[in-house]
């Protein structure tokens, strides 16, 4: 197998709460940053290159250097959503290549929970007031449930994709959060009614938000922070623990176009890129952290990335699959994902940490001997306009 | 096909987010559906049909395109019915469509399908413009096609 081992994650960090009211997002991302620095064994001062999709426009993005009291040589705030921080690790990675810098930092803080924010069923996030395609978008109260649920609709009218079948992704990731206890913690804390084991019928049952999505197959709402480092070859030899190599990226921006396919998401395009660089077949995967916002999202995914051919990801999903302890495909989002664990908004770079943790052996749902893991970012709305970024990353 | 032979009632809709009318790209389709006229462009280098509405074509960056009325019939591509909406403006409208309506000359837009039951409404149903005040502007949204 092919093995790229010139930049590398060396520092991940996921902050423990899901309520962290009385901080800034600004306050989170230095938490974030100093944690994941000392996960590494590095420092501030090691810093060279900052990435963020801080939200707030040119002010805010120009504070967090300023904030963190870095000197960056590269700086990027580019911003596509939950899928940012897939995008950042590309860029990062061919910044440090091209040996523009050393040291990466992506960070990232939120408090959409303690500043009820209505993600899912409140009004339609706008990504920019200046998108004419929005005037066009905005008078139907289509709420980003609804976005995503266009695509489910869609897809079970063409393939025969049941409920059930996207029940199971949200069966087999509540299985992973609760053996996860910050996930545990965190249903507490965001005060679900029942967070025991659920059945693919408590899901069918849950109700409808916007159909054909049920509760339980959407992502929660919480505050959240998180960062990970990225550095070169040379650096990475002396950190704390062994580098989670980045073996391949892609990035793809899908839209809706006149007889176009909704189904065909930008996963399709953004994950061939990756594995082809990665030189890593799907089946290789041991640990698919696949964003989560909604079940949709993930059976997409699931297609694009090229687990399961197109219109097979219900049936892929089927019968237990995606559960950490199964042979037969990877396992999916073991943290608990941004379903029952951890979704401030934009919950991308908290799929590279995990990742991290299983290629180091520290997940709580352990895959035994994991190697390669996939993280795929998806972000802005699937049915109208969304960004995909796929990382591939391994360990020797 | 003249829309307006037959005048029909205004539909209702909701005082919801209402579209920028001086949007530079979309302005002149709003202008034309405050008077109950539906349009979309075509290229007149490349022919392809244009929407949402721009000022030059994403076929081939073009920039001549002729404005069209469509004759507002089409079918449903895809849709969803809004049960649990926390957006004030629309809370109290639940349950809604929302839906992608491929109209017949070629053109996908995002509408709704009203002034029917919500739980009959199905992917490739045809479906007739219709026309539903909102505030100062006229929405276009579709209704079932009569039998």
Avoid at chain 1, 244 to 255: F, H, K, R
Avoid at chain 2, 39 to 47: F, H
Wanted: hydrophobic content about 40%; some cysteine; aromatic content about 6%.
């Amino acid at each position: 197998m092919k093995r790229d081992e010139e930049v590398a994650i060396v520092g991940a960090y996921e902050h423990p709460a899901r309520l962290i009211p009385d901080s800034s997002p600004l306050q989170l991302q230095a938490i974030a940053a100093a944690e994941a620095l000392a996960d590494a064994g590095l420092t501030g001062r090691d810093v060279d290159a900052i990435y963020s999709a801080l939200d707030g426009g040119l002010t805010s993005r120009l504070a967090l250097a300023e904030y963190l009291g870095v000197t960056p040589a590269t700086v990027d705030t580019t911003m596509v959503g939950g899928a940012s921080f897939e995008f950042h690790v590309a860029h990062a990675r061919s910044a440090i290549r091209a040996g523009k810098c050393r040291v990466a930092l992506i960070t990232y803080g939120a408090t959409n929970r303690s500043a009820a924010v209505r993600l899912g069923t409140g009004a339609a996030p706008q990504y920019g007031n200046d998108n004419p395609a929005e005037n066009m978008e905005a008078p139907w109260g289509t709420t980003l449930v609804a976005n995503y649920a266009l695509v489910a609709m869609r897809h079970m009218h063409e393939f025969g994709t049941t409920p059930e079948q996207l029940a199971e992704i949200s069966v087999a990731t509540r299985a992973h959060a609760l053996r996860n206890p910050a996930a545990v913690a965190a249903m507490e804390a965001l005060r679900f009614k029942e967070r025991g084991e659920i059945t693919v019928a408590d899901v069918v049952s849950s109700p409808v938000i916007a159909d054909p999505l049920h509760k339980l197959e959407c992502c929660m709402v919480s505050d959240g922070a998180g960062a990970v480092v990225l550095t070169s070859a040379a650096v990475a030899r002396s950190t704390r623990y062994r580098p989670v190599w980045v073996l391949g990226t892609g990035e793809a921006v899908g839209y809706s176009t006149n007889g176009g396919d909704i189904c065909a998401t930008a996963a399709s395009r953004s994950g061939p890129i990756a594995f082809g660089e990665a030189g890593i077949r799907p089946e290789e995967v041991d640990i698919a952290m696949i964003y989560d916002s909604f079940t949709i999202t993930v059976l997409t995914a699931l297609e694009g990335l090229g687990f399961c051919g197109r219109g097979e990801g219900g049936a892929y999903a089927e019968g237990g699959r995606l559960r950490w302890d199964r042979p037969g495909g990877p396992a999916l989002n073991t943290d608990g994902g941004g379903l029952f664990s951890n979704h401030p908004g934009m919950r991308g770079v908290f799929l590279l940490v995990e990742a991290v943790r299983q290629l180091r052996g520290q997940s709580t749902a352990q895959v035994p001997d994991a190697k390669i893991a996939v993280a795929h970012g998806n972000g802005g709305m699937l049915g109208s306009r969304h960004g995909a970024g796929t990382v591939l990353l391994g360990v020797a | 096909m003249d829309q307006a032979t037959t005048p029909q009632p205004d539909l209702r809709w909701h005082p919801g987010l209402l579209p920028d009318p001086i949007d530079l790209d979309t302005a002149p389709f709003w202008a034309a559906a405050a008077q109950r006229r539906l349009t979309y462009q075509t290229c007149d280098a490349c022919g392809a049909v244009v929407f949402f509405p721009r000022r030059h074509c994403p076929e081939c960056l073009g920039r001549a395109l002729t404005w069209h009325d469509s004759a507002g019939l089409g079918s449903v591509y895809t849709f969803s019915v809004v049960r649990a909406s926390r957006d004030p403006r629309f809370a109290d409208r639940v349950p809604y469509c929302v839906a992608l309506i491929d109209l017949d000359e070629g053109f996908r837009m995002m509408s709704s399908v009203v002034d029917t039951d919500v739980n009959t409404i199905a992917i490739g149903q045809r479906v007739q413009l219709g026309w539903a005040r909102s505030g100062d502007a006229l929405l276009p949204v579709f209704r079932p096609e009569p039998a």
